[in-house]
């Protein structure tokens, strides 16, 4: 979804017949040249990602972008990101290439490993079924941490005894002042307030 010059949305995800699903949000900003295009909306089903097996075993399901000769289904961001789901065998090291000009970061969510010259794991906020929001620092790269990577041209993940799967995301850098609350990013402080303001007004959609 682009929101661009305003659209208003609301998500009513459904899990399976136990009522768990994975869901992840990735919020791409805009810059300020596209900051009022057009909103837009695009739908894509499970069967249209491409998934790519390698010689190992290592499985990737591409989302966005171009990664290993195939090319994901969503187009038109704006920060020409690569979002792609990876699956890495049991004691399997894999080295995969990235843009040298692009930021990047993993989300793992399940199994567990260690990436090569990355950030420690960085916890992250979840919401459980019982409404309880958790924050648990995990003792490696594990079931809900971020790794954040540095400037470079592979990543390279030594995958633990059950194996590990992470979103592979990277995208480049807009380089332009961001303010931000809630669910509108503008690039001052200004022109958030005036979003604000048009949305209590009721003029927020164009």
Wanted: charged share 25%; glycine share 10%.
């Amino acid at each position: 979804m682009t929101a661009g010059r305003g659209i208003m949305h609301q998500e009513m995800p459904k899990g399976d017949p136990a009522g768990r699903m994975h869901g992840f949000q990735l919020w791409a900003n805009l810059p300020a040249s596209l900051k009022m295009t057009a909103p837009r909306y695009q739908d894509i089903a499970a069967a249209d990602v491409p998934e790519v097996v390698d010689d190992d075993g290592t499985r990737a399901r591409i989302v966005v972008g171009e990664f290993w000769g195939r090319k994901g289904p969503v187009e038109g961001v704006a920060a020409n990101p690569r979002y792609v789901d990876v699956s890495v065998p049991p004691g399997t090291r894999k080295r995969i290439e990235v843009d040298r000009a692009s930021n990047a970061f993993a989300y793992v969510f399940a199994g567990s490993g260690t990436f090569r010259d990355a950030s420690d794991p960085q916890a992250v906020v979840t919401e459980q079924a019982d409404g309880q929001t958790r924050r648990a620092v995990p003792h490696e790269s594990e079931n809900r941490s971020l790794i954040l990577f540095d400037r470079g041209d592979e990543v390279v993940v030594q995958a633990g005894d059950e194996g590990i799967r992470f979103l592979l995301v990277s995208g480049r850098p807009i380089e332009e002042p961001v303010a931000w609350y809630g669910p509108i990013v503008m690039n001052t402080r200004e022109q958030l307030q005036q979003a604000f303001r048009e949305l209590q007004a009721g003029t927020f959609i164009k």
